[in-house]
């Protein structure tokens, strides 16, 4: 199976703040690879396609990007609504396997 | 608009099974694969297979092969994930996904 790594596993940040999170795959997926941001109580929201296409409708303060097996998703202005766990998702190689999950909390 | 609806919440015995449904609204159904993800208490998200719903064929994470099944009944455009012999650690919120849209979540509780 594919492992993604998924760093940090938590991180502490204000609001207007630059963030960055990382997944690196145990093996290279070219650019199959998703972000998804989930905060408590509702489902998996996609930000982030082909690690680097932003879904429809999310904000341009979330980009992503990379290839092979290192991909990083980055949120250049931190807003209240930000504030959740986000995953990455890897859709190479079957299983589908998702990054152990980041928690940004505020500071 | 494009729309995944699911069952609602099951409480079943440990060697029970349970089946859970995600009716598709707002696109072609058969036009999309439909994946299953659960999400265990307090942890991460697992994925647990797909089916394609046109063809019916489908792939399942090995840890669930002879478990699980999915199936779909394209008249009504629904998905079905079927699992069985449950045990506690099948506790989870379980989700259809069509990755850019996902249903609800239906929560399966395996208790005594």
């Known amino acids: 199976d594919i492992q993604m790594t998924q760093s940090p596993s938590s991180l502490s940040a204000s609001v207007g703040d630059r963030v960055t999170i990382t997944c690196r795959a145990s093996?290279?997926?070219?650019?199959?690879l998703g972000w998804y941001q989930q905060t408590p109580g509702k489902a998996p929201k996609r930000l982030i396609y082909?690690?680097?296409s932003l879904q429809s409708g999310v904000p341009s303060r979330f980009s992503g990007s990379g290839s092979g097996t290192e991909f990083t998703l980055t949120i250049s202005s931190l807003q209240p609504e930000d504030f959740a766990t986000y995953y990455c998702?890897?859709?190479?190689?079957?299983?589908?396997?998702f990054g152990g999950g980041t928690r940004l909390e505020i500071k | 608009q494009v729309q995944l609806v699911q069952s609602g919440a099951e409480v079943k015995k440990p060697g029970a099974s349970v089946r859970v449904s995600c009716k598709a609204s707002g696109y072609i159904f058969s036009g999309h694969y439909m994946h299953w993800v659960r999400q265990a208490p307090g942890q991460g998200l697992e994925w647990m297979g797909r089916?394609?719903?046109?063809?019916?064929?489908?792939n399942y994470a090995q840890r669930f092969q002879g478990r699980v099944t999915m199936t779909r009944d394209t008249s009504i455009s629904t998905a079905f994930m079927s699992l069985s012999r449950l045990r506690s650690d099948d506790t989870a919120i379980y989700y259809c996904?069509?990755?850019?849209?996902w249903g609800q979540g239906t929560t399966v509780t395996v208790s005594s």
């Open positions: 082909a690690a680097s």
């Open positions: 998702l890897q859709h190479n190689t079957f299983p589908l396997t």
């Open positions: 089916i394609n719903p046109n063809t019916g064929d489908t």
């Open positions: 996904a069509r990755w850019d849209v």
């Open positions: 093996q290279g997926i070219t650019n199959d």
